[in-house]
């Protein structure tokens, strides 16, 4: 059967209504809703790890429907035309440029491999040594530290004395425990006072710092733990990716000329 001309019109027609409806998610007022943002919102939502199925496409569809219906309230109210419209336009369009900025910086300044070894070579020698692990009694007066050493070496248990008397609210609460640390860690007195105790030792006379007078007992002395660079490798590429970007801005605002 042949077809008359007028068929093949609302042929072509029904065809390209058809992918026309394909390229919008609703006509709204008579007017098209490009499909285009419903997937701009869907890149940002899958850019953030979320899975975006056909459940979560349905609400952005509605979203983007209720936009455009605002939208055309606020165009018919002349929202846009105002002073504070314009100025909060602005500092959008800045936001986002200064974003794009930076997300362009970091892509074309990626961290290498390299890079991340250099990181952890310069945490391990600065981290080389021996940890301690020990526990301590801080109180105000140096008699109530010799009093308490004096008890210790009676029997009395550091542990009990410290929950009871020590100042240090963190520790106090644990038996006066500082987990393992490196000896920098802690003040100069302190530290200069608990390496020289070997294990299960306690200092004989009150160690005094910028908190008070200590009580030390040493627990047990070991190498250095440092984690190995698989385990590190996420947390040092982000720091080196924000120092990156840091230096980044830094030398931007160093080349500005600012009058």
């Given at each position: 059967?042949?077809?008359t001309l007028?068929?093949?019109?609302?042929a072509v027609?029904?065809t390209?209504?058809?992918v026309?409806?394909?390229?919008n998610v609703?006509i709204?007022?008579?007017k098209?809703v490009?499909?285009?943002?419903?997937?701009v919102?869907?890149?940002?939502i899958?850019?953030?790890g979320?899975?975006v199925?056909e459940a979560?496409?349905?609400?952005?569809k509605?979203?983007?429907i209720?936009?455009?219906i605002?939208?055309?309230?606020?165009?018919?109210?002349g929202?846009?035309?105002?002073?504070?419209?314009?100025?909060?336009m602005?500092?959008a369009?800045q936001?986002i440029?200064?974003?794009?900025l930076?997300?362009d910086f970091?892509?074309?300044?990626?961290v290498?491999d390299?890079?991340i070894?250099?990181e952890?070579?310069?945490?391990?020698a600065?981290?080389s040594?021996?940890?301690y692990?020990a526990?301590h009694?801080?109180v105000?007066?140096e008699?109530?530290?010799?009093?308490i050493?004096?008890?210790?070496k009676?029997g009395?248990?550091?542990e009990?004395?410290a929950?009871?008397?020590s100042?240090?609210?963190?520790?106090?609460?644990?038996?006066?425990?500082?987990?393992?640390?490196?000896a920098a860690s802690?003040v100069?007195?302190?530290?200069?006072a608990?390496v020289?105790?070997?294990?299960?030792?306690?200092?004989q006379?009150?160690?005094?710092?910028?908190?008070?007078?200590?009580?030390?007992?040493?627990?047990?002395?070991?190498a250095a733990?440092i984690p190995?660079?698989?385990?590190?490798?996420p947390q040092?590429t982000?720091q080196?990716?924000?120092?990156?970007?840091?230096?980044?801005?830094?030398g931007?605002?160093?080349?500005?000329?600012?009058q």
């Open positions: 059967m042949k077809l007028s068929a093949l019109t609302a027609l029904i390209t209504a058809t026309a409806s394909a390229q609703a709204v007022n008579g098209a490009p499909i285009a943002r419903l997937n919102l869907a890149d940002q899958a850019a953030t979320r899975p199925d979560v496409r349905e609400q952005l509605d979203e983007v209720l936009r455009e605002f939208m055309q309230e606020a165009q018919k109210r929202v846009g035309t105002s002073k504070a419209f314009k100025d909060q602005e500092l369009r936001t440029m200064i974003r794009a930076f997300t970091q892509t074309k300044n990626p290498t390299a890079e070894k250099a952890y070579d310069q945490i391990v600065a981290n040594g021996k940890e692990r526990r009694i801080l105000e007066k008699d109530e530290a010799k009093a050493i004096k008890a210790l009676g009395a248990k550091f009990d004395i929950k009871k008397q100042k240090d609210p963190g520790s106090g609460a644990n038996g006066g425990d500082l987990d393992w640390a490196a802690f100069p007195e302190f530290s200069e608990m020289k105790l070997e294990k299960g030792q306690l200092t006379e009150p160690v005094q710092t910028q908190f008070g007078w200590h009580v030390i007992r040493v627990d047990d002395v070991r733990q190995n660079l698989d385990d590190l490798k040092l982000q080196l990716q924000q120092k990156k970007l840091r230096d980044f801005q830094e931007l605002r160093e080349k500005a000329k600012i």
